[in-house]
């Protein structure tokens, strides 16, 4: 049974940092692409960024320049560095991954919450 677990999120002020980490376990062949999705009350889950095996990236425009994405492939974990936040970063993050098995399955983590405010 393939999981994956999110850690890092938290209450943070306006201008400050976090760290989100999601780790992949379980049996599989390997993982494609990863990503970190958001959903914050009342609205769609969004995708916020994305990381491809051989690290190619893309990024929300509204996180452009503020986030960061990168992986550990042999550990299976993506992370997402998170700066400059904002009071509407508020959000569940939840972590996403193709997952290669007999095929490629989606995966989605449990979510953590990251609330910004002062």
């Known amino acids: 049974q393939v999981q994956l677990v999110e850690s890092g999120g938290g209450l943070v002020q306006p201008g400050g940092s976090l760290r989100l980490s999601c780790a992949a376990s379980?049996?599989?062949?390997?993982?494609?692409?990863m990503g970190w999705y958001r959903q914050a009350p009342g609205n769609q889950r969004e995708l916020v960024a994305t990381?491809?095996?051989?690290?190619?990236?893309t990024y929300a425009d509204s996180v452009k320049g503020r986030f960061t994405i990168s992986r550990d492939n042999a550990k299976n974990t993506v992370y997402l560095q998170m700066n400059s936040l904002k009071p509407e970063d508020t959000a569940v993050y939840y972590c996403?991954?193709?997952?290669?098995?007999?095929?490629?399955?989606?995966?989605w983590g449990q979510g953590t919450q990251v609330t910004v405010s002062s």
């Open positions: 996403h991954g193709r997952v290669v098995l007999s095929r490629e399955y989606d995966y």
């Open positions: 990381i491809s095996r051989g690290g190619a990236t």
């Open positions: 379980g049996s599989m062949f390997s993982i494609n692409a």
